[in-house]
């Protein structure tokens, strides 16, 4: 059940920033998602935006990347950004860990955000299944991630914490 005026303790949200229709896609389309829990979280002042891939560095607009079979991150023209990606994933953990971040809604099919689809390395739209570096890392260190399409299951998780 939503109790959407009873925040959720202390507790922020951590949020990839395109879904709040920041410019910073690699294609730099607004990516922005419309829900009645997006505007609570919001008026809540609970949500943290971040873009890992901005955070690593990376310019927008952008190549596309993907993750290749060997774990590295490359450009369709073979350019390898595993840095860059790896870089960010480790700014977001931090910036997580600094504010107590304990559930994450991240871009489902992205290659640093995706959390349990992603593309397969080759470029042709073809999805399998699989996390992005940021996922995997937040992951790790016992962080919840979920996609755009979960966000009821973020409020429950929220409201048993
Ligand atoms: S890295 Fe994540 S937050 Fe940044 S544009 Fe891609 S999906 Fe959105």
Request: charged content about 20%; hydrophobic content about 35%; proline content about 4%.
């Given at each position: ?9 202390p507790y922020k949200i951590l ?30 002042g609970i949500l943290l935006s ?44 931090r910036l997580a860990l600094e ?63």
């Amino acid at each position: 059940m939503h109790r959407l005026n009873n925040p959720p303790g202390p507790y922020k949200i951590l949020i990839s920033a395109c879904l709040l229709g920041e410019r910073v896609r690699y294609d730099a389309k607004i990516n922005k998602i419309e829900d009645k829990l997006i505007d609570s979280w919001l008026q809540q002042g609970i949500l943290l935006s971040v873009c890992p891939e901005v955070c690593g560095g990376l310019a927008t607009p952008r190549p596309a990347a993907e993750i290749q079979s060997d774990g590295s991150i490359k450009t369709q023209a073979g350019q390898d950004v595993s840095n860059a990606f790896t870089t960010g994933a480790e700014k977001t953990l931090r910036l997580a860990l600094e504010n107590n971040i304990k559930v994450a809604i991240l871009t489902e099919k992205s290659p640093s955000c995706g959390s349990s689809q992603i593309y397969n390395g080759n470029f042709d739209r073809t999805l399998i299944s699989g996390q992005g570096v940021t996922t995997q890392l937040l992951r790790r260190h016992g962080i919840k991630v979920f996609n755009q399409f979960q966000l009821a299951q973020v409020q429950n998780y929220l409201d048993d914490l």
